[in-house]
């Protein structure tokens, strides 16, 4: 029998009956009740430190006070306004600040709701703008879940089966994974992947076809995957070869992440068009696809859309958030604090034979896990010290093809204290799973 009015612990158990299959079995499905700063609180009553951050999306920790107080702020006046018909101040605000501060000098924005949104947009302005076809990802990349976006992901075939076709004119190279490359080091393993691009061109599509590369800066849910330095550099160079766009997905990397605002610039690359979402509102839904006004405006009137996409809320809290970040010296506090876990973590490492590989850069960081002795992914450990982390208060979640890789992301706001016991709640986790 079906209550009438359910308590929150019922729906919760009853999720299954209520939400979408793909959704619904996800982990951990906690009863969260509400956020604030880095934790969250269950309707138990127990508190949880997130190092999850909102899959990425509350880069200043949840609830941050400034942005609820300017959003709340945009409500009073408007809640919605389509853009093109009553166009929000706050959307041309955001416009102006972030025009300042994008890397590859983009200074125009198409908002949208998300970062599949932002992708689609990007694969669209590419296309129309070079009058080229073709669209060159990574093997092993996340860019979303529509359909256009969903067509240049790899990072699971299970994200891919029973739904195609996808998109034509996708075509996929390698992305340097120094940690599973049989290459004997970095520099080789990305010359690896810049020849899967040379195969690409010499005997698949010309790359007077190609419109864009779509590239991670660092790969996100398929892996935490850091390139070796100057990967991207050729990426670009290639692109200026040959006349391609590099659209770099910052969706994930963005706006403090990596220690710098953008990972463009962690890695000294500039982008022609960039994608935005996640960090980009602290929590409220928001994309954008960024570009030169050269390329933005070339592309044609009408030629793509949205209703709620640049929405006046969440624009008025991405105003703040990037206010926030600029005047609370945050990018160099993700640098400190990443700095000490990266430490820790390569510590725990030489003291666990189950710690294949450390990697990280600003508060972006992730440990992949092995068999002993080898480098057989052990996603089976991951999930143990996932389920202990859990039931010691630290939220963490899995990322890699086989979930053998575990992210450690807080807000980029984490003070010491914070980071310190993080850390050793992970320490012990993976600890007690193989000492
Ligand atoms: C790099 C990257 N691009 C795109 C997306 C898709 O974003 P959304 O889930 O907001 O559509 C994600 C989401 O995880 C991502 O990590």
Known sequence: MKPDQPTFEYLITHREDLLAPPLAQDWPNLPIERAEGA?????????????????????????HPRVVAAAQAQMERMVHAPVGVSTPESTLRLAWELGKVMPGGADMFFFGNSGSEAVDAAIKLARYVTKRPGIIAFIGSFHGRTMGAISATTSKARYRSGMSPYLPGFY?????????????????????????????????????????FLVEPVQGEGGYVIPPPGWLNELRRLADQHGIMLILDEVQTGFGRTGELFAAQTFGVEPDIVCLAKGIANGFPLGATAA?????????????GTTFGGSPVSCAAALETLHVIQEENLLANARARGGY?????????????????????????????????????????????????????????????????????????????QVEAGLEIFTQAVLAEGG
């Open 172 to 212: 996929f190279a390698r992305f340097p994974y120094p940690f599973r490359s049989k290459a004997p080091s970095p520099e080789e393993c990305a010359q690896e992947a810049l020849d899967d691009i040379d195969r690409l061109f010499e005997h698949v599509i010309a790359p007077q076809e190609v419109a864009a």
């Open 341 to 417: 876990l990266l430490e820790g973590l390569r510590s725990l490492q030489g003291k666990s034979p189950i710690v294949g590989d450390v990697r990280g850069v600003g508060l972006m960081l992730a440990v992949e896990f092995v068999q002993p002795g080898g480098k057989q992914p052990n996603p089976t450990a991951v999930g143990n010290i996932l389920n202990r982390m859990l039931a010691n208060g630290l939220l963490c979640y899995p990322c890699g093809h086989w979930a053998q890789t575990i992210r450690l992301i807080p807000a980029i706001n984490a003070d010491q204290a």
């Open 39 to 63: 934790y969250l609180y269950d309707c138990y009553g127990k508190r949880f430190l997130d190092w999850l951050s909102g899959f990425g999306a509350c880069n200043l920790g949840h609830n």
């Open 292 to 304: 030169r006004a050269d390329i933005m405006k070339a592309w044609g009137p009408a030629s793509h």
